[in-house]
């Protein structure tokens, strides 16, 4: 039996390849070419093989910073060290939307892909709590700013069927997956002061 195959680039161009050296090419703008997503579903539900291949070690990258917990506000006539108790989640993202469990289908072909090549698990969501004191002068209000760490990979799904969809037997879906690094020791966490304002001092006891 003769088997097509086809590839989804990132702009979710559709290139189809047959066994022999005549290459088939198929076209995101032809008509019933599928998306990315649409074979993502299909993962684990109509097809005989779905795997997904890292193409690298994950990136490593902080995200932007961020606000956590409320504001302190120093009505004293000395520095103070204010407490600041907050509480913050990270969680997953990719690059078709779909929600990644990792219980089943694409997304639990994902997380079992990424343990057996980095050793470790994938994780979806990741919920930090501390307490962090600020010195705030007189006068003053303190916050606090968070950076997460958090990790991208990048990879290609590999999708058998047993019967042709959208022409081939065969397709390659590119897919790229955020998620956070628990206990990273690049995280950054920092302590912020400004003056108060007019309305913020007048509100002081």
Do not use: K
Request: with cysteine.
């Amino acid at each position: 039996m003769r088997r097509t195959y086809a590839v989804l680039t990132a702009a979710a161009v559709a290139v189809a390849t047959a066994v022999t050296t005549a290459p088939t090419p198929a076209y995101a703008d032809h008509e019933d070419t599928p998306t990315v997503r649409q074979l993502l579903e299909l993962c684990n539900v109509s097809t005989d093989v779905c795997e997904f291949h890292p193409g690298g070690a994950p990136e490593l990258f902080a995200t932007d910073g961020r606000v956590v917990g409320s504001e302190v506000f120093n009505c004293t006539s000395g520095r103070q060290n204010m407490a600041v108790e907050w509480s913050d989640t990270t969680s997953q993202s990719n690059s078709v939307g779909l929600a990644l469990t990792t219980e089943a289908g694409f997304g639990e072909i994902f997380s079992v892909s990424y343990e057996q090549s980095f050793q470790h698990t994938w994780t979806t969501s990741h919920t930090e709590s501390q307490t962090t004191f600020v010195n705030t002068g007189p006068r003053e209000v303190g916050w606090v700013e968070r950076r997460p760490q958090m990790q991208r990979v990048h990879g290609t799904y590999e999708l058998h069927f047993g019967s042709r969809q959208w022409g081939h037997y065969i397709w390659y879906a590119p897919f790229t997956a955020e998620g956070p690094v628990p206990g990273s020791p690049d995280e950054v966490v920092t302590q912020n002061v400004r003056p108060m304002t007019d309305a913020e001092e007048a509100a002081c006891p």
